[in-house]
């Protein structure tokens, strides 16, 4: 089993940055393939950002050239960075880990409990 603790949400303005963190403890070799999902209120879960065992990184459209996903292996954590938020970002960030490349789908074995962001205009 392992346990994720994400970390690094908040509220800021359009336009601003914000770094999430996501730590991973336990049977870390579950984490081989990890991502990063939101939801915001009435709305379904999305993929925001993928990292596969391999390194290859999937973005939702939305995002791309705005996050970034990186992890420190030796730290065990992934971040996401998030610049030039938009209101339409509000939502609640988690992440995920697995043993498989979901790429975006909410298909992973484990989940964070979330961190929240707020982006007013």
């Known amino acids: 089993q392992v346990h994720l603790v994400d970390s690094g949400g908040g509220s800021v303005q359009a336009g601003g940055s914000l770094r999430l963190s996501c730590v991973a403890s336990g049977y870390t070799a579950l984490t081989a393939c990890m991502g990063w999902f939101r939801q915001a209120p009435g709305k379904e879960r999305e993929g925001v950002a993928s990292?596969?065992?391999?390194?290859?990184?999937t973005y939702l459209d939305s995002v791309e050239g705005r996050f970034t996903v990186s992890r420190d292996n030796a730290q065990n954590t992934l971040y996401l960075q998030m610049d030039d938020l938009k209101p339409a970002d509000t939502a609640r960030y988690s992440c995920?880990?697995?043993?498989?490349?979901?790429?975006?789908?909410?298909?992973?074995?484990?989940w964070g409990q979330g961190t929240p962001v707020t982006v007013s205009a």
């Open positions: 995920a880990a697995g043993f498989i490349d979901y790429g975006l789908r909410p298909l992973y074995q484990a």
């Open positions: 990292m596969s065992d391999l390194g290859m990184i």
